[in-house]
């Protein structure tokens, strides 16, 4: 092709339209390398996501505690909950615990 040929082709004169030139180095540069660029954006809304999902999570587990801080109103109860769960004793009492191989 000749160079009058390429200088007509209507390509090569929207590529080497002023605002093309500058658009296009703008837009990479703000697609990728600013400190708001796309990638950027994309692992905050990551993080968001991730965030979102530990806050369900921690409000089912308070939701659960709750419950089970009604169920303890009683201080039978409130023993037995403390002797199970956290393996505390009375004073004069020795725990043993006994676990089980259930490797063959």
Do not use: C
Request: charged share 35%; proline share 1%; hydrophobic share 45%.
């Amino acid at each position: 092709m000749s160079l009058k040929k390429i200088k007509e082709n209507k390509a090569f004169k929207f590529l080497t339209n002023s605002f093309v030139l500058i658009f296009i180095p703008f837009l990479i540069w703000m697609l990728f390398f600013d400190e708001n660029s796309y990638l950027v954006h994309r692992k905050f809304n990551q993080e968001i996501k991730d965030l979102e999902s530990t806050i369900s999570f921690y409000k089912i587990k308070i939701a659960e505690d709750k419950a089970t801080i009604k169920k303890l109103g009683d201080s039978l109860q409130l023993e037995r909950f403390a002797r199970e769960k956290y393996l505390m004793k009375k004073e004069n009492e020795d725990i043993y615990i006994i676990e089980f191989d259930t490797i063959k």
